[in-house]
């Protein structure tokens, strides 16, 4: 018992020194319109096509303009053609600031014979820093976003396992004294 505390604390300060670390200096991110999750289904038009509306933070250290910044279009592509709205024109997004809502991307559905439901990433790159993945699922007519589940974090189950350990020695030291 009286050992307890000082494994304890190995324990803690090796949790501290060695849980992995998420360092980056700087990030790009994508937000759909509307913002609150998750975004409400998008319907394909008469011709296939569908247009993706929202925001890009840039704090990458450097402007985002039409020549280094690209969409990235990953998974089953075979079955539509995606186009970058925001790298035509005039587009030019300075270091931590944060796009208006608009148009970001489009789709426009192949003339191929597809299944009825597949799924594709999306990202944008910018000074060669990738956004935040958003994957979609289509389902027929109708395009969603598929919402990440977080899993738990290992220092989570860690705690919640020294916790029933400590109570389980405690419980018995009790009875141990009580007898």
């Known amino acids: 018992m009286r050992h307890l505390p000082k494994l304890a604390c190995a324990i803690f300060f090796t949790c501290v020194v060695f849980a992995p670390q998420v360092a980056r200096a700087d990030s790009f991110d994508l937000f759909l319109s509307p913002s609150q999750p998750p975004p409400p289904p998008i319907s394909f038009s008469e011709n296939g096509s569908a247009t993706f509306n929202g925001t890009i933070t840039n704090s990458t250290g450097a402007t985002l303009t039409p020549n280094n910044t690209f969409l990235n279009v990953t998974g089953n592509t075979q079955f539509f053609t995606a186009q970058s709205l925001i790298t035509s024109g005039n587009f030019s997004l300075t270091n931590n600031t944060t796009s208006p809502p608009g148009p970001l991307f489009s789709i426009t559905l192949n003339n191929v014979e597809r299944p009825r439901v597949f799924s594709f990433q999306v990202s944008f790159i910018g000074n060669g820093i990738q956004s935040n993945i958003i994957t ?44």
């Open 136 to 179: 979609y699922q289509v389902v027929g007519n109708t395009i969603t976003v598929v919402q990440a589940v977080p899993e738990p974090t290992t220092l989570l189950l860690l705690g919640t396992g020294l916790a029933g350990a400590a109570a389980r020695v405690r419980k018995r030291n009790r009875k141990v004294s009580g007898a």
